[in-house]
């Protein structure tokens, strides 16, 4: 994760954490895993009114950054994920591990199924 999150912020693009999770669990997590400074913004489950699968967390981060929705890609590993990507008119890449309930990524509405961020870095870089 830390080689996909390095390469990613080498590219020079905005990097979030958007998450279901409470903020009291995704703050110490991402801090005691090394990965909370990578982060320009870190939006958890109850950071906003809705969360995954609504679009709004998507799109208030394209709004914190000045882009637009078509202009921001989504790494998740759920159906949460692409759901809420789609609404929001964003791009969505997964990767086949975490989260996804028993549910294969590759039955999901997405754009690609990457084995790591490192290689979502490097899809990216080829775009």
Do not use: W
């Not at 981060?61 to 202009?71: K, L």
């Not at 290689?119 to 990216?124: D, G, H, P, V």
């Amino acid at each position: 994760v830390v080689d996909g999150l390095q390469a990613l912020k080498a590219m020079g693009l905005h990097v979030a954490c958007i998450t279901n999770k409470a903020e009291r669990f995704t703050h110490p997590l991402l801090k005691d895993t090394g990965l909370f400074d990578y982060f320009e913004l870190i939006l958890s489950g109850d950071t906003l009114p809705e969360k995954k699968p609504s679009p709004l967390p998507l799109l208030h981060a394209c709004q914190v950054f000045g882009i637009e929705p078509a202009d921001l890609l989504l790494i998740g590993d759920s159906l949460n994920d692409t759901q809420a990507a789609r609404a929001a008119g964003c791009h969505v890449f997964c990767v086949p591990y975490g989260y996804n309930r028993g549910r294969p990524v590759t039955e999901l509405d997405l754009d690609a199924v990457v084995p790591s961020l490192l290689e979502a870095s490097k899809q990216i870089g080829k775009a």
